[in-house]
């Protein structure tokens, strides 16, 4: 998710200053994705610039609060109707890393996989016990965002057995050997 566009979505509920913006998106995202307060900053400083919020007059705690402008709805309505594609998204570090640890000389790449594996399902216990323990409480944008956090950890475990599996039929299968070519037959005289 876009932090600029997660800010423009909140402030579309109405106009809010940077802390209650940081709280309002922890409290969103089930406080998932934690925004450090430099960071809503920066971005509503880029989105000023960019012509998408306008800065109210502070208010009687010194605050100064900021609202949508039309711009801003324009291009929040852009980006709601918007598929995310996968190549807009990070990186995928594990992909990464298990990539790397297959060409890295002395990683074992099985344990990497396992140690993964490991913390991945830890995660998944625990977003599935957060998920019974408060099933009745838990407010429809919190219960989406973990249960897409469940899938994603499914998802995760599903990879990494299959990785395990690749790197076993890739260890049985043996690598031709160089190119090298082979020293060609001698030609010798027998005679009796």
């Known amino acids: 998710m876009s ?3 997660g800010l423009l979505a909140l402030l579309e509920r109405g106009p809010m200053y940077g802390y209650q913006l940081r709280a309002a998106f922890e409290e969103s ?17 880029r989105l000023e610039r960019d012509g998408l ?3 109210l ?11 949508i402008t039309e711009p801003g709805r324009a291009e929040l309505a852009v980006w709601f109707t918007t598929p995310i594609n996968r190549t807009d998204r ?7 890393k298990l ?6 000389p002395g990683v074992d790449v099985k344990t990497v996989v396992q140690t993964q594996r ?14 019974t323990r408060g099933e009745e409480g838990i407010d429809l944008p919190w219960r989406l ?5 469940i899938f994603q950890a499914e998802a995760e475990v599903r990879w990494l057995d299959h990785c395990e599996a690749s790197l076993i039929r890739h260890t049985r299968t043996p690598r031709p050997q160089s190119a090298a070519p082979s020293p060609a037959p001698e030609h010798s005289e027998v005679t009796s």
Do not use: C, F, S
């Open 118 to 131: 490991t913390a991945t399902m830890r995660a998944l216990q625990e977003y599935t016990r957060l998920k």
């Open 53 to 55: 919020v306008r800065p």
């Open 3 to 5: 932090i600029r566009h």
């Open 29 to 45: 995202t089930g406080a998932t994705w934690p925004l450090n307060i430099g960071q809503v900053y920066t971005t509503l400083n």
């Open 99 to 104: 990539a790397l640890a297959i060409t890295t």
């Open 90 to 96: 990070p990186r995928d570090e594990l992909a990464i």
């Open 145 to 149: 965002v973990l249960d897409a956090m």
């Open 57 to 67: 007059p502070e208010n009687d705690g010194g605050q100064r609060p900021y609202e």
